[in-house]
């Protein structure tokens, strides 16, 4: 897949509590490493819907989307609501951004645009 992340890891978490961060780092180990996501992922998580659709994406909430299949991210980090920006670099994602709650809360469009806003940035940066 030319231009586009083989894999997408979990890197670090921001304003998030210590157990969260733990949690998501704990979600790395052992579910991630032995289930990469990708764009091949389909849709069956954030992640690979936004590298697929190429555009910012949300799940309101996980646990009552019919398509995502993604369980150990609700048993082990007990998220419900995921934001997906990505990336793009001459119109291929790079990497993702997500946010995350773990409580049912769609994200306002004002968040989303901040978050394309820092996306769009981070890419200039990286280049």
């Known amino acids: 897949m ?13 304003g998030s509590t210590p ?8 979600f790395q180990k052992s579910y991630l490493d032995a ?15 936004v590298a697929l659709e190429r555009r910012a994406g949300q799940i309101a909430d996980i646990t009552s989307d019919p398509e995502y299949e993604c369980p ?12 997906g920006v990505p990336l793009l670099r ?15 809360e ?3 469009e004002r968040r989303i645009e901040l978050v394309r806003t820092f996306a769009d940035q981070a ?5």
């Open 2 to 14: 030319q231009g586009l992340a083989s894999a997408y890891r979990f890197v670090t978490s921001v």
């Open 19 to 26: 157990d969260a961060r733990a949690a998501a780092a704990q």
């Open 35 to 49: 289930h990469p996501i990708s764009a091949a992922s389909g849709r069956r998580t954030i992640a690979g819907r």
């Open 72 to 83: 150990r991210a609700i048993q082990i980090t007990k998220i419900r609501t995921r934001l």
């Open 90 to 104: 001459e119109g291929e994602p790079i990497g993702i951004v997500t946010l995350a709650r773990q409580h049912v």
């Open 106 to 108: 769609p994200f306002a």
């Open 123 to 127: 890419v200039i940066a990286i280049e």
